[in-house]
């Protein structure tokens, strides 16, 4: 079966200080691997999707990256405005998944000024 | 802009009651997703649909259904069948014919039992 944990459940940054959030995942081969940021009482926002293992993407203050086991979503030097819950997603490469993810329970994460 | 819009924002379900949440795309996306949300718990998946006048049943379609009578519409229905309706519902979609093509989200109904 598959499965994604994220660690920690929640996070508390001071402004500035710089951390990484995880989602490790088991799939019987890995098509994608997404993170999506969510705002609270709203829908989630697509970040990135990461392919293959040694793969890296940034946008801003987020960087992720991948391997066989994890993905690690780092966030340097945060602001409060990057306060959201952040979700990670697998999508199985098995044909009876077409089109189905497995999402993790997500990171809150807490920027304060 | 194009987008997938969710109504009602909020809802109410009374006990026996059947309510619909209104999902609607105007991305031309082929298959269209219905996700149940509960607090420190991951997006499950409730129902998928690939094309139009077919569906398949998720990790927890129990108490719902569904139906897809046109490429734009996915209503979901929440019976009274489903005895803890209480949660935020997510629509999403997507293209078809590539697997690892990222999800777009509506922005979410809260479901409440009165």
């Known amino acids: 079966e598959d499965q994604v944990t994220q660690s920690p459940e929640a996070l508390r940054l001071q402004e500035g200080e710089s951390s990484s959030l995880n989602c490790s995942y088991t799939v019987s081969g890995l098509r994608g691997l997404f993170w999506y940021r969510q705002d609270p009482g709203k829908g989630p926002e697509f970040l990135f999707t990461l392919y293959s293992a040694g793969e890296e993407k940034e946008k801003e203050r987020l960087k992720a990256t991948l391997t066989k086991k994890e993905s690690f979503l780092h966030i340097t030097a945060p602001k409060p405005e990057d306060s959201a819950t952040y979700l990670c997603?697998?999508?199985?490469?098995?044909?009876?998944?077409?089109?189905?993810?497995?999402f993790g329970q997500g990171t809150i994460l807490t920027v304060h000024p | 802009d194009g987008g997938i819009t969710q109504s009602p924002k909020y809802l109410f379900r009374k006990e026996g009651q059947n309510v619909t949440l209104s999902c609607e795309q105007n991305?031309?996306?082929?298959?269209m997703y219905w996700y149940r949300q509960d607090p420190g718990q991951g997006l499950r998946l409730i129902y998928y649909?690939?094309?139009?006048?077919?569906?398949q049943k998720g990790d927890i379609a129990e108490g719902y259904s569904v139906s897809r009578e046109k490429k734009e519409s996915f209503p979901l229905t929440v019976t009274s069948a489903q005895k803890n309706p209480t949660a935020f519902y997510l629509c999403?979609?997507?293209?078809?014919?590539?697997?690892?093509?990222?999800?777009?989200f509506g922005s979410g109904t809260q479901l409440s039992v009165l």
């Open positions: 991305l031309n996306h082929d298959a």
């Open positions: 997603a697998v999508q199985p490469a098995g044909g009876t998944s077409y089109g189905k993810l497995t």
């Open positions: 649909s690939q094309i139009v006048n077919d569906f």
């Open positions: 999403a979609s997507r293209r078809a014919g590539t697997p690892n093509e990222k999800l777009f």
